[in-house]
Each structure stands twice: as structure tokens, then as C-alpha cells.
């Protein structure tokens, strides 16, 4: 079975030319994506092992296995893109050129949290870049920031776990695209402001600054919303 046999039922429109010329180079694929070991001919079903059996295989270069770790977590991984970047398209090559570096740095992969929070935190920090590269990022001023926060308005957790989720978030695709922005970091994704300030490269009173003020906008388009 060649190249144009390959199918990926769940890729959609994908232009998915890097990543079949990355998973495809060097392995011929069934249509149940069984692993013929070269020496021992055994099939080992590999949508039926663990994820760490899996990595173990990507880590030695396995294309197939690679191909099951993009099948498990590609739909996942676009959408939180997605709601960073705003852009299907853009969102499409970040999920993809997030999975090729995950593959390439699987060494610097510990353990030390699940292997869908590292791929997660991988495509979080490539869209806040290529995000940052779109004309549609205005970022806001940082000087005197720390001397503004307020904590004591806004919405808290407890508040934005009540709402609905349709209400919440057309409220939040209304704001100032920072405020939109790192909130969707910081309650859809659950990053904590130690996190966020890793990825947006702020300080710690910048962020808490920013994440209040963007709490009390959004209270405000709630209010006007209800």
C-alpha cells in the first residue's frame, strides 16, 4: 500500500502535506495502522497501547506510532490553537507544526506531567507566537500596571463556572483581544498566572493586573449580555 492509500478520517480539509511527508517517509501503513516488526513479523495493534508505549515507539523514530499520537490528540490540540489564534488556517499549521516539535523533542519529555499537558503547553506557547505575528494583535501597554490592581471586582471562578457556556463566550469574543486572550488562558485552558506569565513572557503584577481588568470587562459585557 503506497502513499495514496493512506487514510486519516478525522483530518478533515488539513493541508497535511508536512506531516504525511514526516509520518510517511519510510513506512508502509494497513488500514488498521498495524506495526510489522521487521524481524519478528508480530502485528501489535497500536490504538490499543498505552500512551507510553506509544511514545517509547515515537521516540525511536516509529512514523506509525507518531501517526497514533497525531490521531489521538490533533482535534484537541487544533481547537485550543483555535481559540488563541482565531483563524482556522492558522490554527491548522500551528496544531501541525506543534506536533512535528513534539516528536522531535520527545527527550526533554520527563514525565513529569501527562504527555497531553506537555503537547498542550507546546501548541499554547506556537499560537500566542504566531498570534503574535497576525495583524489583528494589539498588545496593551505593561508600564505601571502593578500600581492598578484590583482584585476585589471582576468575575471570579465560581461566577464563570455558573454561566453558560454560549453566554460566556460570545461575551468574551467581545473583548479587547488581550483581555480575550489571556483569560482564555487562564480559565478555558486552566493555566495559573505563574504559567501565563511563562508564555506571554510578563511579569507576575503585569499578569494579575491584566487578568483583573480583563474580569471586570468581561463582568461588564455579561451584564449588558443579560
Known sequence: MGFNSIVMPSLGDFNCLKLFIF???SVT???NRYLYNNQQQKKVSLNQQPIETVLSLCSKGNQLAQLE?????????YNISLRIVK???EAEDVMQESFMTAFSKLDSFKGTSTFGAWLKRIVVNNSITQYKKSKRYVPLPEHGLEDEI???EGLDAEAYQSLQTTTLLTSMEALNESYRQILTLHYIEGYDYEEICD???I???NCRTL??????????KLALAS
Not at 69 to 77: F, G, I, L
Open 23 to 25: 509520518f510517511h517517509s
Open 29 to 31: 501503513i494497513s488500514n
Open 69 to 77: 499520537v497525531y490521531n489521538r490528540y490533533q482535534k484537541a490540540m
Open 87 to 89: 483563524d482556522t488556517a
Open 150 to 152: 484590583d482584585e476585589t
Open 199 to 201: 508564555i506571554l513572557q
Open 203 to 205: 511579569g507576575y503584577g
Open 211 to 220: 487578568i483583573s481588568r480583563a474580569k471586570e470587562s468581561l463582568r461588564k
